[in-house]
């Protein structure tokens, strides 16, 4: 994520930052998703973003994820905003914005031909 960060107008931010961030505060952050729950019926989804220094839980209401739904699901690098969650040591993002990623051209590299 770190050269991601690099490459386009990413946040700065990172998972292991959300610890100095308040209860309530607006929190941004960009990271592959690597879990999607809905449990039971589904009113509440969860999900894991994760970046180069740890992880970070989602929450996503029905209306949230109705309108990132596309974009949740065909996608797996994502700018994710939204209100910090905090208890205790654990922290998860109340979601509220959701950008999926697309590196395309810039990661691209070349390869020699051996043959």
Excluded: C
């Amino acid at each position: 994520m770190e050269a991601l960060r690099y490459l386009g107008r990413l946040s700065q931010a990172r998972a292991i930052d959300a610890r100095a961030v308040k209860h309530g505060d607006w929190f941004s952050m960009a990271g592959l998703l690597i879990v999607r729950q809905r449990p039971g019926d589904g009113t509440v989804i969860f999900a894991t973003l994760e970046d180069e220094t740890g992880l970070l839980d989602l929450v996503l209401y029905e209306d949230v994820y109705k309108k990132f739904r596309d974009d949740f699901l065909e996608h797996s690098f994502f700018e994710a905003g939204g209100l910090l969650q905090k208890d205790g040591n654990s922290a998860s993002l109340l979601l509220k914005t959701l950008r999926a990623l697309m590196p395309g051209e810039p990661l691209k590299a070349n390869s020699y031909d051996w043959h």
